[in-house]
């Protein structure tokens, strides 16, 4: 991360694209605002009450959704995707592919990044499934 980070300014809102969700728990201590992820296809394989039975490494802890850490200052969703691990199929886990497209201008309306909102946007990118970004 710091690599990546090392010639961007910490002013500007910044969308991390990692693969693994688990990876919040690092990237939370960078200057990022929202980090969106993949890789846990939502568990793939869920029931009532009991939910997923299975993720892959990484996936572990945020398997689907939006997550809200440090105090609301850093902003994690995972997408459950379309695709399949191990098994080939899914149950109770509808596919899902997200687009995303941020607009500097109405950047206030736009739920899912709600934090931050009057800074300008960079994207860092790591190979990361499920989402299409369109910044406009």
């Known amino acids: 991360m710091q690599k990546a980070l090392q010639h961007t300014n910490p002013d500007l ?3 991390l694209l990692a693969h693994e969700p688990d990876f919040a728990n690092i990237a ?6 929202v980090q969106l992820s993949g ?3 939502g568990g793939q394989v869920r029931f009532p009450i009991v939910g997923h039975l299975y ?6 802890q945020y398997i689907q959704g ?3 850490l440090n105090k609301e200052n850093f902003i994690l969703y ?3 995707g379309i695709g399949t691990t191990r098994l080939p199929y899914r149950f109770l886990c509808k596919t899902r ?3 995303l497209y941020i607009s500097i201008r109405f950047l206030n309306s736009f739920p899912l990044l709600s934090l931050k ?3 300008p946007i960079r994207c860092v990118t790591c190979a990361c499934t499920g989402f299409d970004i369109r910044l406009e």
Request: with cysteine.
């Open 13 to 15: 809102f910044t969308v």
């Open 78 to 80: 995972v997408n459950k």
């Open 28 to 33: 939370k201590n960078y200057p990022i605002d």
């Open 66 to 68: 939006k997550y809200e």
């Open 39 to 41: 890789h846990s296809h």
């Open 117 to 119: 909102r009057s800074k």
């Open 55 to 60: 993720t892959p490494a990484y996936a572990q």
């Open 97 to 99: 592919n997200s687009c």
